[in-house]
């Protein structure tokens, strides 16, 4: 039997012959309160048993999204270092091709030099040859116009 407060407020026993309360009424409802009390308390410390659960659970929740949250700042943190550092490491490769690239076309613009020098005194050499094979046929032709006549 569930007894709400209305129930109490409102219960009433009936009186004996002589103005009393009878006493059997009065212990059927005293019973009847202390077994519903007792159900009360029980499930109110099931309940209390349930909130603190519920809390630590809460709790545990909460300090694992704290947690998460760390790791996961912690991850991009290390994410933009690991973008950093490659950033960085290209930027040195480039500049170290660069410099290599500039040494190459420094090479190759001195080879080319060497080669315009060289050119140019093979050209020399070979006028050089030439007007002394000249000048040797001219002494030959006459030789040969001399002997001739």
């Given at each position: 039997?569930?007894?709400?407060p209305?129930?109490?407020?409102?219960?009433?026993?009936?009186?004996?012959?002589?103005?009393?309360?009878?006493?059997?009424?009065?212990?059927?409802?005293?019973?009847?309160?202390?077994?519903?009390?007792e159900?009360?308390?029980?499930?109110?410390?099931?309940?209390?048993?349930?909130?603190?659960r519920?809390?630590?659970?809460?709790?545990?929740?909460?300090?694992?999204?704290?947690?998460?949250?760390?790791?996961?700042?912690?991850?991009?943190?290390?994410?933009?270092?690991?973008?950093?550092?490659?950033?960085?490491?290209?930027?040195?490769?480039?500049?170290?091709?660069?410099?290599q690239?500039?040494?190459?076309?420094?090479?190759?613009?001195?080879?080319?030099?060497?080669?315009?020098?060289?050119?140019?005194?093979?050209?020399?050499?070979?006028?050089q040859?030439?007007?002394?094979?000249?000048?040797l046929?001219?002494?030959?032709?006459?030789?040969?116009?001399?002997?001739?006549?």
């Open positions: 039997m569930k007894i709400t209305l129930d109490i407020q409102q219960q009433q026993f009936k009186g004996k012959l002589f103005g009393g309360l009878n006493p059997e009424e009065v212990d059927s409802f005293l019973q009847a309160v202390a077994h519903e009390m159900n009360i308390n029980r499930e109110n410390a099931i309940l209390k048993e349930q909130v603190q519920s809390a630590a659970d809460a709790e545990d929740f909460a300090q694992r999204e704290k947690d998460l949250r760390e790791t996961l700042l912690a991850a991009q943190k290390i994410s933009e270092e690991m973008k950093n550092n490659a950033r960085k490491e290209a930027e040195l490769a480039i500049a170290e091709a660069e410099v690239a500039e040494r190459i076309v420094a090479d190759a613009e001195n080879r080319l030099i060497q080669l315009k020098n060289e050119i140019q005194e093979l050209r020399l050499q070979k006028a040859f030439e007007a002394s094979f000249r000048s046929l001219d002494t030959h032709y006459k030789m040969l116009s001399i002997n001739e006549e």
